[in-house]
């Protein structure tokens, strides 16, 4: 009779069914939405420049103030490597007799902004850095090449 229980008890598993199912309340009406400017509902999309173009108008200032500053140093530099490339051009070639091609290469590392040109007429070299300086060597003879004098 012990066994006959234990079963009662296991298939009596079922929880007994609800006997009416509660009501379901009713949706409460519906309220419109609250009005948001459109300015606070989407974000704003930023402007194609308005994150670069204050960086770059202060790099652009900071740039400047940089050129003209050293402007100065720039110059009397472009001076000195357009005199010392006629010198050194204008001595190779009329002095050594070497093509000036072949004089290009004894310049000094860093000269290779500084162009150099020939007048055969007047035995003249002329080194220049565009945009800031110009300066010419005449071959005179015995006494070599000499610097022509600034204009």
Aim: charged fraction near 20%; aromatic fraction near 6%.
């Amino acid at each position: 009779m012990a066994f006959f229980v234990i079963m009662a008890q296991v298939t009596n598993t079922d929880p007994p069914a609800a006997a009416t199912p509660e009501p379901v309340p009713p949706p409460p009406p519906a309220t419109p939405p609250p009005v948001v400017p459109d300015r606070l509902r989407k974000p704003r999309r930023p402007n194609r420049w308005g994150g670069c173009l204050p960086w770059a108008l202060i790099l652009g200032a900071i740039a400047a103030v940089l050129l003209i500053w050293k402007f100065p140093s720039l110059k009397a530099q472009a001076e000195l490597g357009s005199a010392y490339a006629a010198r050194v051009g204008c001595s190779c070639r009329y002095v050594q007799g070497r093509s000036l091609e072949s004089c290009q290469r004894d310049f000094e590392p860093g000269m290779e902004l500084v162009s150099v040109a020939e007048d055969p007429a007047t035995k003249t070299i002329t080194g220049s850095v565009p945009l800031l300086a110009s300066r010419s060597a005449r071959y005179a003879g015995a006494s070599g090449c000499l610097l022509r004098p600034e204009d």
